[in-house]
């Protein structure tokens, strides 16, 4: 009965979003409450019209993302992954380096890898690291993206750094190949 009484506020919410652009005060702390329910409809809802709002609006939530309990994050997350600023995805790359929890770190790998936001700039700064786990994470995420994706801006660096990881990723022909590519590109 309660959940009900969200679900039917989550979609008046919904309405107003649009034909107004501005929620008050009481709408937007209604919304932020409803990531902390315990029924997935109402943090699913809620969740997806957040993310529908600028960095600002998102940035509480990263904020407090320890505050949500498991299923919550896993509700939230992928609604993060429709964000088309950089906030929520490096704040999840960064997360993904502290989760001591495997099933987790491998939602979030699968998350990120599975976005259209453009990740490789923000993955191959933090390639530069001594944490092994965190590294080979961040290689998941970059192996599920996949190679064909990834080819484009592989070849629009001036070199290839971590050419040893990218060989780990996908394989010695693939990385041989692109260098020769990239090297007759400079010839050229």
Do not use: W
């Not at 959940?3 to 107003?16: A, C, G, M, P, Q």
């Not at 957040?50 to 939530?61: A, N, R, V, Y």
């Not at 600023?85 to 989760?99: H, I, R, S, V």
């Not at 801006?153 to 001036?158: A, E, G, M, S």
């Amino acid at each position: 009965m309660f959940s009900e009484f969200y679900v039917i506020r989550l979609k008046e919410i919904n309405d107003k979003m649009l034909y107004e652009d501005v929620l008050n005060e009481d709408d937007m702390g209604f919304l932020y409450k409803c990531l902390h329910s315990d029924t997935q409809k109402v943090v699913h809802g809620a969740a997806i019209l957040l993310t529908e709002f600028d960095k600002h609006t998102i940035q509480p939530i990263l904020d407090n993302f320890d505050t949500f309990n498991r299923d919550q994050q896993k509700t939230i997350v992928p609604m993060l992954m429709a964000c088309d600023f950089m906030e929520p995805y490096k704040f999840l790359l960064d997360y993904l380096k502290t989760e001591d929890n495997e099933e987790f770190a491998l939602f979030l790998v699968i998350c990120l890898a599975n976005t259209d936001y453009f990740l490789f700039p923000l993955i191959l700064y933090r390639l530069d690291t001594e944490d092994l786990q965190y590294k080979d994470r961040l290689k998941n995420i970059l192996q599920r993206i996949g190679f064909s994706v990834l080819e484009k801006y592989f070849v629009l660096l001036p070199e290839l750094v971590y050419e040893d990881d990218f060989r780990d990723i996908f394989g010695n022909e693939k990385i041989t190949a692109l260098k020769k590519f990239i090297t007759e590109q400079k010839i050229n």
